[in-house]
DNA sequence: GGACTTCCTTCGGTGACCTTAGTAAGGGGT
DNA sequence: ACCCCTTACTAAGGTCACCGAAGGAAGTCC
C-alpha cells in the first residue's frame, strides 16, 4: 500500500483552499458563484477567500452586474502575488522563462551552455534563474530534462543527451539558489502544461506524444501525472516495433525512435537537416514523400497501440516534428484507424499542438505550479512547496 | 479537472476508518499498534475502533503478551462478519464464490449457461448468488467478464466471448438481488486480488498480464486499478505487434492475440487443443519447440515494450497459459530483456502466478471488497457501498 | 505489596465545517 | 421617492473529529 496520509482538520483546510484557488485560477469569480462551483458553504469560502486576500495570494477586483440584487466582488490571483520560472535544459541552452501564477510568460532568458558538466550547467542555470528574479517574489522553479528523472527525489537518474547519472539535480539547485525546485521528465512539463493550462485542462486522461529528434511520451491517468515506479514511465521512443530493426542509440534495435526521429528520417532521404527533407518533400519527391507517409504509418501503430493499451480520451502531438504534419498526418490517421481496437475510437479525440523550446519552458513552470495548486494527498514530502505558507522569499 | 471530493469531518473519518481497517485486514493489531502504524493518536484510534465494534465489523480477540505491562487486546475482523460474493463469467459457465472479509473463500458453486442471452445470464447468475448466500449477511457482488467495460456504471459495453453490447449488467443484477453490484473486466478481478490479498500487495504499480485464449492486461498504476477514460484500458491482446500480421477475431490483422493465444498456438502445431500442443513439446517435437519458444519471445517483446511504457515494478503473468510456462519463460525472459530500456530494468520483478478458473472468482470478490475498503475521494457515487454504513440486508 | 510498564480511556481544547439568521447593496414598480 | 424584492456576503452558534495531557486498568518484576 502506497502511505496515505491521514485526515486532520489541516488536510481538509489544504483540500479545499486547492479547490478554491483552482477555481480562481483562469478567471474572475465571486465567493457565490466559488462556493457553487466548489460544493463548499459560503462561510466557508469567505473564510478561505480571506486567509488568501491575507496572504496576499489573490485580490478583490471589480464588481459584476446582476440582476437585480447586490452585485459580486470578483476575486482573482493577484497579478503580482508571485512568480515561478521555468527552465528547459537542451545539450546546448538553457532556456528559462518567468511566468505569474497562470502560467502566462511575464519575462524570459536563454543562456549558452557548451558542456555537458554538471556544476557549468548548474551554475549557468543558477545565474539565469537570479536575472530573471530581479527583486521579485518566485515561489519556486520548474526544470525539464530529457532522460529517466526521480521527480520524488530530483535526481536525474539517466540523461538521455548527456551522460549524466544519479545527478541530484534539484538539491544542487536548490542549495545555490534557496528556493524550491522540481525537477522532471521534459515531456512532463508539456504534460503539466497541457493538464493545467491547456487543451488537456478537465480530462482525466491524457497523453501527449513529443516528436522530434526523440519521441517522448508524457502521461495524465486518472488525472494525475503518471510517472512509473521508478519515473521512467513514458520511454516510447525505445519501444521495439519491428524485428531486427535499426540501431538505435540506446543499443536496442527496432526502436520507435530509430525508425521516425529526424536522424533516421533525414538519414533515410539523404539530407543534412529535417528541414531539408520537408522541403523535399513539399516540392513533390516521391521517395521523400513516402518516407513521411510510412512515418506516419509507424507512429499512427503505435499511437494506436497505445491507446488500446491505456484508453486515453485525448492524444496530444506535439514538438518540433509537427511541422511535418500535413506530410505524415494522412499516413498517421489510416493506421491509427486500424490499430485502434473497435470499441475504443469513438470518443479518441487527437490534438496536434505546434509548440516551440519556450513552450517547454513554460511547461516546467507550469509543472510547479501544478505543485502549488494541488492539494498534498500523500505523507509530507518534506519541504513540498505551498502557495499559503509563505515559504518563498 | 476531475472532480476532486470536497473535504469535511465525514472525509477525514472516510479515510481514517479506511486507514484503519486496512491495517486490520489480514492480521490481528491493538490499539496502540494501530496508533503507530496510521500515525493518528491513540483516542481516535479507540474511537474508530469503538465504532467498528459496534457495527460488528470487527471484534476483540485474545490478548497477546507484553514485556511487563499491561496485555494488549488484539483486534481483527469479525469471520462472520458478513460475507461478499465474486462471480467470474465465461461463455458457458457462472463460477461463483462465497468469501470472508479477506478474500478467503467460504463456499463455491458453478452453474452452466449455455446461451449468450441477457435474461437468462442474469438470471442464472441470481440463482447461484440466492444459494451461495443462504441467510448470510452478504455486502455485495463483484463480477468479471471479459471485455470492455463501465466499471462505474456497471456496463457491459463489449463482450468479447458474447454479442453484449451496452448490457448494463450490475444495474440489472442489483434490481434481482437487492445488493450491490460491482462489474469489471474479468482481468482487473485478478488484478484486484493481487493489488489487496496477493504478490501485488503493497506495491504501487503492477501490470498484470493473463494468457489463454486471449491476452488481457490489468494495470494498477499508482496504487489504483486503472481503466482508462471509458474503461477500455487494457487491451494488449489486440495491439498490433506484426505489419501485415494474422486476422483477429477483433476484425484486425497482426494483434498479439492471433499470434500467441492458444488457438493461434493450435493452429500452428497443428493440435485440437492447447494441452496436445504441449505434450508434443514437451515430448521433444522441435517444430512445436520452436512454436513456444516464438511464443515466448512475442510475448517478452510486446511486455518489454509494456515496461518502457509504464515502467512498472511488478509484472504478474496469470492464467491458463501459463501452463506453459516452462516452455516459453526462457524466450520470454531473453527477449524482455533485450527489449526493456536500460535504466528500467533493474528493479523490475517479474512473478508467476498459476491461477485456476476460482480465483478470477476470488478476484471478482476482492473487487468488492477494495471497493469497500478503499476511501472514497471522489464526489459520492451513488450507492457506493460501505462497511460502516450498514446498507446490506 | 509496591514500583514500574504498557495499554487504553476520559476530558478538555482547537479548528474547520455547516446551518441559520442576519446585514449590505443594488434594482424595479407604483 | 418610497418600499419591496433579489442577490451577495457576514456573523453567530452548533457539531464533530482531531489531538495532547492526564488518569485508570491490567499486567510484570523485585
Redesign the interface.
Given at each position: 500500500?502506497?502511505p496515505?496520509r491521514?485526515?486532520?482538520?489541516e488536510?481538509?483546510?489544504?483540500?479545499?483552499s486547492s479547490?478554491v484557488l483552482?477555481e480562481l485560477r483562469g478567471g474572475l469569480v465571486s465567493r457565490t458563484e466559488l462556493a457553487r462551483r466548489?460544493?463548499?458553504s459560503l462561510p466557508t469560502v469567505s473564510e478561505i477567500v480571506g486567509e488568501l486576500l491575507g496572504n496576499g495570494v489573490i485580490e478583490e477586483r471589480e464588481t459584476a452586474s446582476s440582476g437585480g440584487g447586490r452585485r459580486p466582488v470578483l476575486l482573482g490571483l493577484k497579478a503580482d502575488a508571485g512568480y515561478v520560472i521555468g527552465i528547459k535544459l537542451t545539450e546546448t541552452r538553457v532556456i528559462a522563462v518567468l511566468t505569474d501564477l497562470n502560467a502566462g510568460i511575464v519575462e524570459r532568458a536563454t543562456a549558452e551552455v557548451a558542456t555537458s558538466d554538471v556544476g557549468t550547467v548548474v551554475r549557468t542555470v543558477a545565474k539565469t534563474v537570479r536575472s530573471l528574479k530581479g527583486g521579485r517574489l518566485v515561489y519556486g522553479v520548474g526544470v525539464g530534462v530529457a532522460g529517466?528523472i526521480d521527480r520524488a527525489g530530483g535526481v536525474v537518474?539517466?540523461g538521455t543527451y548527456s551522460d549524466w547519472h544519479d545527478v541530484e539535480l534539484a538539491a544542487l539547485l536548490e542549495k545555490k539558489l534557496g528556493l524550491p525546485v522540481v525537477v522532471d521528465n521534459d515531456v512532463n512539463t508539456l504534460v503539466a502544461n497541457e493538464q493545467w493550462f491547456g487543451a488537456g485542462?478537465?480530462v482525466?486522461?491524457v497523453a501527449v506524444v513529443s516528436i522530434g529528434r526523440g519521441i517522448g511520451?508524457g502521461m495524465v491517468?486518472?488525472?494525475?501525472l503518471?510517472?512509473?515506479?521508478?519515473?521512467?514511465?513514458?520511454?516510447?521512443g525505445?519501444?521495439?516495433v519491428?524485428?531486427d530493426g535499426p540501431l538505435c542509440d540506446?543499443?536496442?534495435s527496432g526502436c520507435l525512435e530509430a525508425l521516425i526521429g529526424e536522424p533516421a528520417i533525414c538519414a533515410r532521404a539523404g539530407t543534412a537537416t529535417i528541414e531539408e527533407a520537408i522541403d523535399k518533400a513539399r516540392q513533390g519527391d516521391e521517395t521523400t514523400v513516402k518516407i513521411f507517409d510510412q512515418v506516419g504509418r509507424t507512429l499512427g501503430?503505435a499511437v494506436?497501440?497505445?491507446v488500446?493499451?491505456?484508453?486515453?480520451?485525448l492524444i496530444v502531438l506535439a514538438g518540433e516534428g509537427t511541422r511535418a504534419a500535413d506530410l505524415f498526418l494522412p499516413g498517421f490517421d489510416d493506421a491509427l484507424r486500424?490499430?485502434v481496437?473497435?470499441?475504443?475510437q469513438r470518443?479518441l479525440e487527437i490534438v496536434v499542438d505546434d509548440w516551440d523550446d519556450e513552450a517547454w519552458a513554460q511547461g516546467a513552470a507550469g509543472l510547479f505550479l501544478g505543485e502549488l495548486f494541488q492539494?498534498n494527498?500523500r505523507?509530507d514530502e518534506a519541504g513540498r512547496p505551498s502557495l499559503t505558507a509563505r515559504s518563498a522569499s
Open positions: 500500500m502506497q496515505v491521514v485526515g486532520s482538520k488536510l481538509i483546510r489544504e483540500i479545499n479547490l483552482g466548489t460544493g463548499l529517466v537518474r539517466h485542462r478537465g482525466s486522461d511520451l491517468l486518472d488525472g494525475r503518471y510517472r512509473g515506479a521508478g519515473g521512467g514511465a513514458g520511454e516510447f525505445h519501444t521495439k519491428v524485428a540506446c543499443g536496442g501503430t494506436g497501440n497505445l488500446n493499451l491505456l484508453n486515453p480520451k486500424s490499430t481496437f473497435d470499441g475504443l470518443d492539494p494527498l505523507p
